[in-house]
């Protein structure tokens, strides 16, 4: 059974962080280690939450724990997604390393959730260098959002010629396979959004509908649901288009129900057999 070792935020109610990637990846079989970063009552978009941050050493003494029962060395893939402070990214980091000594043959997968479009950078200073200088560079996959590849790659891109371009930056800090989410570039209708996966040279879009919706967690369930997909093909491809099936199906049942918060539990069936498949074409 392949196992993922899942290093992210954890709310108790809603769904963001491990919280939004650890149900999705069980579902489709997945042996799940959930390592959280923070321990919250609900995502901070509310503005107001209760719980606590924790530090490098904490995460660090959970993956000592997983050490000692001799398990490493089956870990199949490492997730990391919003990181709350450098330490704990170089906590990550080192968890990273520590599972490349039990099993080389490891995938780190990097959500490197650094700000958006409209919103800039969210995270805390000192965090977006730390991913595009530590994290990225050690990372097998990286899922950036259009905001993130840019920040990333150091440009600004409308067209898609400029997106691979960005993306060619991207792969040469260290990752091979690159997913950019919420992509809009020059050509891309103004009731549809592009998802891009890239790998070995070769680009693969996908286009979807816009939704009217604008929720927390859905960029941790496409990092969760890719990475998934991806170690059962290894293929960017497939991956991509089995991803953004399952997470539309996601979004548009959560759309239906004017739900806050994403319906990760009520549209379950969505990550086995989505409702709706959209063409892979490469571009």
């Not at 321990?39 to 490098?56: I, L």
């Not at 398990?71 to 490349?100: E, F, K, N, P, W």
């Not at 959730?113 to 000192?126: A, C, N, Y």
């Not at 997106?163 to 991207?170: E, K, L, P, S, Y």
């Amino acid at each position: 059974m392949t196992a993922v070792l899942s290093i992210q935020s954890h709310v108790a109610y809603g769904h963001v962080g491990n919280s939004s990637a650890v149900f999705p990846l069980q579902r489709l079989g997945i042996e799940v280690w959930p390592v959280h970063t923070v321990q919250f009552s609900n995502h901070t978009g509310y503005g107001e939450w209760t719980g606590r941050v924790f530090d490098g050493q904490a995460i660090e003494e959970v993956v000592e724990g997983i050490a000692e029962r001799g398990v490493l060395g089956s870990c199949d893939a490492v997730l990391s997604g919003y990181l709350g402070s450098a330490d704990i990214g170089h906590a990550v980091v080192q968890t990273v390393r520590r599972v490349r000594q039990a099993n080389p043959a490891v995938v780190y997968c990097c959500d490197p959730v650094i700000g958006d479009v409209g919103r800039g950078v969210f995270v805390r200073p000192g965090i977006p260098e730390f991913m595009r200088e530590v994290a990225v560079p050690a990372a097998d996959l990286v899922t950036p959002n259009h905001f993130e590849l840019d920040f990333l790659a150091g440009t600004a891109t409308r067209t898609l010629g400029e997106v691979r371009d960005a993306v060619a930056a991207v792969q040469a800090l260290g990752p091979r396979v690159v997913l950019t989410t919420s992509l809009v570039t020059d050509d891309t209708p103004g009731d549809a959004v592009d998802l891009l996966a890239s790998e070995s040279g070769r680009h693969f879009r996908v286009r979807t509908p816009r939704l009217d919706l604008s929720v927390n967690g859905a960029g941790d369930a496409i990092a969760a649901l890719f990475l998934a997909h991806w170690l059962s093909s290894r293929d960017a491809g497939a991956a991509l288009g089995a991803a953004a099936a399952s997470v539309h199906g996601l979004l548009e049942a959560t759309e239906r129900a004017r739900s806050r918060e994403i319906l990760l539990v009520a549209a379950q069936d969505e990550f086995v057999t989505p409702s709706h498949t959209f063409p892979v074409e490469e571009v």
